[in-house]
């Protein structure tokens, strides 16, 4: 049983305060030697401890959402308040940690850092565990080897050896809750011994602190709790998206369990092939579904993927559904857990139904077009044998008619005979250019370098030896090349430059110039001429099959040359287009590639 | 003696009636044989059939050959026309209404000697007619016999 031992004008006070307080009742101080002292003196330092108490416990109040930095602020606090070095421990099940210290002796009484956020047995801190169960203790004056009794040797040592003279030790309690306690050391140094009234100020500060630390870790807890809470959300949050991800995905979603590969997850796409709800196919596999072979497939394409580690893509795999077979290309991989082990299996299937058919449907048009031009091709070529012969019947008949009745038809029947034989002859290159024309829709398109400034050359001078007799001025650009059909090129610029060649032939000073300029990135080649033009107007026309803008009088064609020409630039990916005037030229633009866009 | 005949083949009357005037008008006093379809043409040439009984003197001298024939078309008569060691050296001038390039690269791979196309212009015909004529009847050294 320890004794308050008590001397002086301020006893009966100091008693009186301390056994106001609900702990107190039970607190022995010890107090070797009271100082001498008036009232005066104690009024003062009472009214002091007041300011400093309101002052800490609105330090307190403050810091109640930074935890550590309050236990800090507690250790000052009363360090300075008193003035002496403070340590806060705190308690956790049957350990002790000092949680903050300070010295408010400047003395350096402490090994801060190897002291602080050690843990402590209680069995190991008697003082401690002795203030925590029965309330505060004073000792005044410390007597070494009465605490050597009391102490671990190792913390006496350290007291002793930071010159502490008193010392004064509270629990930290508030509503119940026993967080620790408060040491307040008093170093020699010509100060005051602690008294009553110093414990009265640190048990109330003490309570205070002790309230802060309540208000601090209920605030923690509703922090991590709030945290958790917020974490919780944004899991659910992710967790919602990514259903709601995967049930949008337009495509089969499944996943199976690695083991018996029973279905533990699908989606609505999956949900609409199968014509079968999730609760109806969870936990199944396969072979409840579908038929033994199918299953099987499914299945072993399955084991392949979690077997191999790698993605395993089956690009058609038949399917039956309630709603007939489809065909999927389905894509497999094994989802693993951390230790690498495959726990599910991924599905995923694209409905290529729909998609197989068009290409079947496609390639049976592919066919079909392309018997349709082979019935062409034989077609032109009959054409060309057979409609020739009729032609040649009619002009071979007229000459003979000519040449052995001729005696007998006045000026007017063998003006007629003359007009039968024209007409045969011109049908007969209407064929020909018809022909032509089908050949160039027809062949393969076979790209190669070709020097069109050559090729331009040796057809004007071809015209031109057909024709020695006219003079034409002729400027061919040099060097242009181009990746083209080298037989299809040379049937386009022969069409353009025999155009040319046949409008400029009513010109005095006849001029025919090949160029190049660009056309949206791409090289556009010309053939200019200064000849007969034509309307703007009527400019849609030309390029049209049979279309003519001349009487045959005037320029003679057949209309199927510029018809071909469009057809070799179509079948490059090029176009062609043309600006004229009447009686002031035309120029003629194609391209052979495709336009940069 | 031998009697060097022009073999023509043909099977458009029209045609064939204006070659033989062609030939006329050229000159051409060798005597034409005329077959309508590529059978007709091969039992000529083998002597069989209606031809079994054909002299063994009368030999093609040139033939004329039309590709798009009945029964058996040009390109199979003259395949197996060099086929033959009877026929293989006969001179063979292809003479069609077609320009198509197939039927011209077929015709030479085949063997065939020379290709013409028929005009449709009578005195270009006729012309065509009086070179071939010339060319194979009377410049051309034919192999021996």
Redesign the interface.
């Known amino acids: 049983m320890r004794r308050i031992v008590a001397r002086g004008p301020s006893q009966q006070h100091t008693l009186a305060t301390l056994t106001q307080h609900p702990r107190i009742d039970r607190a022995v101080v010890y107090i070797s030697q009271w100082m001498e002292d008036d009232g005066t003196s104690l009024v003062r330092r009472l009214r002091d401890g007041l300011r400093l108490v309101s002052t800490v416990v609105q330090t307190f109040a403050e810091s109640t959402s930074d935890y550590r930095r309050l236990l800090d602020v507690i250790a000052r606090s009363v360090a300075d308040a008193i003035p002496d070095t403070c340590i806060v421990m705190l308690r956790t099940g049957d350990n002790l940690t000092i949680a903050a210290i300070h010295d408010g002796s400047g003395s350096g009484d402490v090994d801060r850092r190897g002291l602080r956020d050690r843990p402590t047995a209680m069995r190991d801190a008697p003082i401690s565990a002795d203030v925590l169960a029965r309330g505060p203790l004073l000792i005044p004056r410390i007597d070494f080897d009465v605490l050597r009794r009391q102490m671990a040797p190792s913390s006496v040592a350290q007291l002793e050896a930071g010159g502490a003279t008193g010392m004064l030790v509270v629990p930290l309690a508030a509503a119940g809750d026993l967080h620790g306690v408060l040491w307040l050391l008093r170093h020699g140094n010509g100060r005051p011994p602690l008294d009553e009234l110093d414990l009265e100020i640190v048990m109330d500060l003490a309570n205070h602190a002790a309230l802060a630390i309540s208000n601090a870790r209920l605030f923690q807890e509703l922090q991590r709790s709030e945290r958790l809470r917020a974490a919780e959300e944004r899991a659910v949050q992710t967790s919602r998206l990514l259903d709601a991800i995967i049930e949008n995905i337009p495509d089969m979603v499944f996943v199976k369990e690695a083991e018996r590969l029973s279905f533990v997850r699908i989606n609505r796409a999956a949900e609409e092939l199968h014509g079968k709800s999730r609760d109806e196919m969870l936990g199944k596999t396969d072979y409840d579904f579908f038929p033994a072979g199918e299953a099987e497939f499914f299945v072993a394409k399955d084991r392949e993927a979690l077997a191999s580690g790698a993605l395993v893509d089956i690009p058609e795999e038949p399917i039956q559904t309630p709603g007939g077979e489809r065909w999927l290309h389905t894509k497999k991989v094994a989802l693993r857990d951390s230790t690498g082990k495959p726990t599910h299996l991924l599905g995923i299937s694209h409905d290529i139904t729909d998609r197989r058919r068009e290409l079947a449907e496609l390639s049976a048009a592919k066919l079909e077009a392309d018997a349709a031009n082979r019935e062409l091709e034989s077609f032109s ?1 009959s054409v ?3 409609l ?6 009619i ?6 008619l000519l040449e052995d009745y001729g005696a007998r038809l006045d000026p007017e029947g063998l003006r007629y005979l003359a007009r039968v ?1 024209e007409a ?2 011109r049908m ?1 290159e209407l064929i ?1 250019d018809l ?1 032509t024309l089908s050949r160039v829709t027809l062949s393969d398109l076979k790209r190669e370098r070709v020097d069109l400034s050559a090729l331009a050359r040796s057809l004007l001078s071809g015209f031109q030896r057909l024709e020695p007799e006219r003079h034409v001025e002729i400027v061919v650009a040099p060097d242009l090349v181009t990746q083209a059909d080298p037989q299809l090129a040379a049937i386009a610029l022969e069409n353009l430059l025999g155009n040319a060649w046949k409008f400029t032939s009513k010109r005095t000073r006849a001029r025919i110039e090949v160029g190049v300029t660009e056309s949206s990135g791409a090289p556009a080649f010309f053939v200019r001429d200064n000849g007969a033009g034509f309307d703007m107007t009527y400019g849609d026309k030309l390029f049209g099959v049979f279309q003519r803008l001349h009487t045959e009088s005037d320029f003679p064609g057949t209309g199927v040359g510029l018809a071909t020409v469009a057809r070799i630039t179509s079948r490059h990916r090029g176009r062609i287009w043309a600006h004229g005037m009447i009686d002031e030229g035309a120029t003629f633009y194609f391209t052979l590639t495709e336009a940069h866009a | 003696m031998l009697d060097r005949v022009i073999v023509l083949v043909e099977d458009n009357a029209n045609d064939e009636e204006l070659t033989l005037r062609a030939f006329r008008k050229s000159n051409i006093v060798n005597r034409v044989v005329v077959v309508r379809d590529g059978a007709e043409a091969l039992d000529y040439f083998f002597a069989r059939g209606s031809y079994a009984a054909r002299p063994a003197n009368e030999v093609a001298q040139v033939v004329l050959l039309d590709l798009k024939l009945p029964k058996i078309d040009g390109l199979d008569v003259l395949r197996a026309l060099r086929a033959d060691d009877r026929t293989r050296l006969i001179p063979i001038v292809v003479l069609t209404s077609s320009a198509e390039e197939q039927d011209l690269v077929r015709s030479y791979g085949m063997g065939a000697n020379s290709y013409v196309r028929k005009p449709v212009d009578f005195t270009h015909f006729v012309e065509a007619v009086r070179q071939l004529g010339l060319y194979w009847l009377v410049i051309n050294q034919a192999a021996p016999q």
């Open positions: 070529y060309a044998h057979d020739r012969g009729p032609l040649r019947a002009d071979g008949f007229s000459q003979a034989r045969a002859q007969a020909d022909l």
